[in-house]
Antibody, heavy 119, light 111 residues
Framework: EVQLVESGGGLVQPGGSLRLSCAAS????????MHWVRQDPGKGLVWVSR????????TYADSVRGRFTISRDNAKNTLYLQMNSLRAEDTTVYHC????????????WGQGTLVTVSS | QSALTQPASVSGSPGQSITISCTGT?????????VSWYQHHPGKAPKLMIY???YRPSGVSNHFSGSKSGNTASLTISGLQAEDEADYYC???????????FGTGTKVTVL
């Protein structure tokens, strides 16, 4: 059974940092592109970042480029999102998602981890 | 990259059919057959309901169906059930560097 389990969320002050993790199981993690998607209040689901199966290619949404870094450890079957210079507007639930192997959609998602940026 | 446009809310009585629209542009919905739909109950993982415009993953009820015409995709829920009450999001492949764009989301209420 495919499982994606996020962790690492919490309360952080503006300007602070947090690292999210997404532990994957039940599939060949190193074969799949992976994404982070967040639920922006009033906007719904918003794509944040993606990483290629080997980690060699990464892309970011304009709103987080230069502040967030996506990475992965295929030996540990884990996806990461390093979040720096956090702002109040980054407060939301962050989901990791697996991109389908042969098309463009997300076939599995995690339940999400809540990040709260507040003083 | 602007979000795809969905109605904020749609409601129906049990057994009725409802349709959720998802409007984009020729750079996303209209240009590719890569529209997908997700059901999201708050606090849970989003669930894939439709992919590649009209295909249902294994295990998804056949009372969910998808279609597309021009720059607008649609999700139809036939025979609405109480458990269908959730938020629904469309997503499309886009020619922009982000590769994906999400819809604004639709809250489905079963009356």
């Amino acid at each position: 059974e495919v499982q994606l389990v996020e962790s690492g969320g919490g309360l952080v002050q503006p300007g602070g940092s947090l690292r999210l993790s997404c532990a994957a199981s039940g599939f060949a993690f190193s074969d799949y592109w992976m994404h982070w998607v967040r639920q922006d209040p009033g906007k719904g689901l918003v794509w944040v970042s993606r990483i290629s199966s080997d980690g060699g290619s990464t892309t970011y949404a304009d709103s987080v480029r230069g502040r967030f870094t996506i990475s992965r450890d295929n030996a540990k079957n884990t996806l990461y999102l390093q979040m720096n210079s956090l702002r109040a507007e980054d407060t939301t639930v962050y989901h990791c998602a697996r991109e389908a192997y042969s098309s463009y959609y997300f076939d599995y998602w995690g339940q999400g981890t809540l990040v709260t940026v507040s003083s | 990259q602007s979000a795809l446009t969905q109605p904020a809310s749609v409601s129906g009585s049990p057994g009725q059919s409802i349709t959720i629209s998802c409007t984009g542009t020729s750079s996303d919905v209209g240009g590719y057959n890569y529209v997908s739909w997700y059901q999201h109950h708050p606090g849970k993982a989003p669930k894939l309901m439709i992919y590649d415009v009209s295909y249902r993953p294994s295990g998804v009820s056949n009372h969910f169906s998808g279609s597309k015409s021009g720059n607008t995709a649609s999700l139809t829920i036939s025979g609405l059930q109480a458990e269908d009450e959730a938020d629904y999001y469309c997503t499309s492949y886009t020619s922009s560097s982000t590769r994906y764009v999400f819809g604004t989301g639709t809250k489905v209420t079963v009356l």
